[in-house]
């Protein structure tokens, strides 16, 4: 399942930022985080006006699992 979830970046990011600067204070970026917690992997980023971060979660369950912790 692709999705697009730039529209929760911002909460996730403050979140791993005012957290140590690091997911559980061992290092582990955002995307190690979100392969970890959902099984989401980073397909496509566009920082241009356009804004993407594209992902993609094994199922619609670990889907619907991370828009109630970030929507």
């Known amino acids: 399942m692709r999705v697009d979830?730039?529209?929760?970046?911002?909460?996730l990011a403050n979140w791993y930022w005012n957290n140590a600067g690091g997911y559980?204070?061992?290092?582990?970026?955002?995307?190690?985080m979100l392969e970890r917690d959902y099984g989401a992997v980073k397909?496509?980023?566009?920082?241009s006006p356009r804004r993407q971060?594209?992902?993609?979660?094994?199922n619609e369950a670990s889907?619907?699992?991370f828009l109630l912790r970030w929507a």
């Open 63 to 65: 889907y619907s699992i």
């Open 53 to 58: 971060m594209i992902v993609k979660f094994p």
């Open 24 to 32: 559980e204070g061992v290092g582990m970026s955002i995307w190690e």
């Open 5 to 11: 979830i730039e529209p929760q970046w911002k909460k």
């Open 43 to 47: 397909l496509y980023q566009d920082l």
